[in-house]
Every structure is written in structure tokens, then in C-alpha cells.
């Protein structure tokens, strides 16, 4: 493999990491490029944009309108290549490591936001219920982390954000998102679904 090649399978791997880190608002062109500078890997527009649009074509990222321009975000396969739980594609040099303690803390999360939805009967539930849910079993509860994590839940059709919009989110669980909870479907990864105690 030569150093160009090397550089494109780097840069999309930094590319992904960075979107993650900006989750759910992603990022728009340009601060994707100054961050590639920032970890020595400067790259032309041109190239930038052929790196997008290579990890867009494998639907790890989508692009959308954001403040009156174009911004890149994640998509849930994506969120789940970053976060270990898929395997990695060929042409991206994902670092080396695994789950971290945050990462485990994220899928369970997730799970205790579905089940907080849940026991709300279908009904649209607000973040900030969502979030002192969170507070009393004693995982991290600030806004941003409870609009994150409804944020791939949604993307992962589990839950539906009924306003975006509103300064303060609402949110339901999906038929899907219930048949998880429920037991009654698997569980994909990202989600730490505790295993079923009985059977009924």
C-alpha cells in the first residue's frame, strides 16, 4: 500500500471520528478539513470531497443541510463502525482498540432511554423525563448526551422524535423499538439489552 492510499484510509477514519464526536448536529465542510490539519493530514477540497463522498457511497455518512449550508453526519452503521460493535470496511484504517468504558456507558443508555419510553405508553415523552431517568439510576444525564443518544435511536428506527424543532425534544418508541424492549425480536449491537431473565 503506498503513502497516498494510507493518507485516504487515515483521513476517513478520522473523518468518522470526528463526526462522532459532534453527534447528532454533525459537521460541515470546512471544520472537517481544519481538523484534518489539525492531525497532520491536510488534504486538498477536491480530495476532501472524494472522501465524503467514498464513505457516503457505503452509507456510513449522510449529508444534509445544516445553517444554510452542507454538513456531514453519521448514519447508525456508522455510529457502530466508530463505536466497535461492526466490523471495520476495507479503505478505512479504524485505530486500533476496542469498547471503552464510555462507549459500553453509551449502549446502556440507549437501553434505559428505550425502557424510559417504554413504561410512557407510546406517549411522546420529553427529554428532560428521559434525562432525570438517567440521573436517578446514576448514568450521565446532560442534555446533550439524552439528544445524542435519541438521536441514533431514531436513526436506528427505535424511537421517533416528534419535534426537533422544539427547544425542548419529545420523543416516543417505534413498533420496532417496542419489539426490542419487549423481547420479542434480537437485538442488534449498540444496545445493552440485558439478557431475559424468564420466559413467559
Request: charged residues 25%; proline residues 4%; aromatic residues 6%.
Amino acid at each position: 500500500m503506498d503513502a497516498e492510499q494510507t493518507l485516504r484510509e487515515c483521513a476517513r477514519w478520522k473523518i468518522l471520528a470526528l463526526l462522532a464526536r459532534l453527534l447528532p448536529d454533525g459537521a460541515p465542510e470546512g471544520v472537517i478539513a481544519a481538523d484534518l490539519v489539525d492531525a497532520g493530514m491536510a488534504i486538498s477540497d477536491t480530495q476532501l470531497r472524494a472522501q465524503l463522498a467514498y464513505l457516503r457511497d457505503r452509507d456510513l455518512i449522510i449529508g444534509r443541510q445544516h445553517r444554510g449550508g452542507d454538513s456531514w453526519a453519521l448514519t447508525w452503521y456508522g455510529i457502530d463502525l466508530v463505536e466497535y460493535t461492526t466490523d471495520c470496511q476495507p479503505g478505512i484504517a479504524r485505530a486500533a482498540g476496542g469498547v471503552s468504558d464510555a462507549v459500553r456507558e453509551r449502549y446502556v443508555i440507549r437501553w434505559r432511554l428505550m425502557r424510559c419510553l417504554y413504561l410512557a405508553g407510546g406517549l411522546p415523552t420529553a427529554e428532560g423525563i428521559c434525562a432525570r431517568h438517567l440521573a436517578d439510576m446514576g448514568y450521565a444525564s446532560d442534555p446533550h448526551t439524552v439528544r445524542r443518544q435519541l438521536d441514533y435511536l431514531e436513526r436506528r428506527s427505535m424511537v421517533e422524535i416528534v419535534d426537533r424543532a422544539a427547544t425542548h425534544w419529545l420523543a416516543r418508541l417505534t413498533r420496532p423499538g417496542t419489539d426490542v424492549v419487549e423481547y420479542s425480536v434480537d437485538c442488534r449491537p449498540g444496545i445493552a439489552r440485558p439478557p431475559k431473565l424468564r420466559s413467559e
